[in-house]
């Protein structure tokens, strides 16, 4: 059964810090996803990582897909309150269907 | 914005009353989906479709069956509802050449 354990769970900090939110499994994915749900909405796609070890930025954020494809990370700099919300991964896993492994989500706080 | 209509948003209902969640989406996207969201789980697959008249299980599929007579229309239907199926339901499609899942604002269901 594949897993995504996302981590931290929740974060809460001020306005204008650096934080790095992890997404890990023991499985390999052919791509992983980040997505971005806001209090009352549905989550809305920030990315997709296909290649091992790629890097895409999104003006303050930094997403990692790692080597093996086990593993993700986003690195948001000098957070702002608007990047409050629930920050979910979603790993894409086999060849049909295009059926999703979801992690459970990382809720993070920005206070001003 | 896929044009993703979810109805009724807000619903209270007793123990053992069947229920109905409607999905209406306008942009043709031809696969959709039904997800359950609970705190601690992330989103969870209910039950998926690759087209008209053409639906599979996802892995929290019992007490849970769905119907897609027309391209645009979802149904997910509880048969008897129960309280362990309170929760928020959202409605996903995606294009199929596409990889982003794109969701409804979600159903919020109390079974008391």
């Known amino acids: 059964t594949q897993l995504l354990e996302q981590s931290p769970q929740f974060l809460s900090i001020q306005e204008g810090e650096n934080l790095t939110v992890y997404c890990n499994s023991s499985?390999?994915?052919?791509?992983l996803q980040w997505y971005r749900q806001e209090p009352g909405e549905g989550p809305v796609l920030l990315v997709t990582?296909?290649?091992g070890g790629e890097v895409k930025k999104l003006k303050r954020l930094t997403f990692q897909f790692g080597d093996a494809r086990k593993d993700s990370s986003l690195h948001i700099t000098a957070a702002q309150p608007g990047d409050t919300g629930l920050y979910l991964c979603a790993g894409h896993w086999g060849d049909s269907n295009y059926q999703l492994i979801w992690g459970a989500g990382t809720k993070l706080i920005i206070k001003p | 914005d896929a044009g993703i209509t979810q109805s009724p948003r807000h619903k209270v209902t007793e123990t053992g009353t069947p229920v109905t969640l409607r999905c209406h989406q306008t942009?043709?996207?031809?696969?959709m989906y039904w997800y359950r969201q609970d705190p601690g789980h992330g989103l969870r697959l209910i039950h998926y479709s690759y087209g008209v008249k053409d639906t599979d299980k996802g892995e929290v599929s019992d007490g849970y069956s769905v119907s897609r007579s027309k391209t645009e229309d979802f149904l997910l239907t509880l048969e008897s509802a129960t309280s362990s199926q309170t929760s928020v339901y959202f409605c996903?499609?995606?294009?199929?050449?596409?990889?982003?899942?794109?969701f409804g604002e979600g159903s919020w269901l109390t079974v008391v």
């Open positions: 996903a499609t995606r294009q199929v050449s596409g990889n982003t899942i794109y």
């Open positions: 990582v296909v290649t």
């Open positions: 499985s390999v994915f052919s791509s």
């Open positions: 942009e043709n996207h031809r696969y």
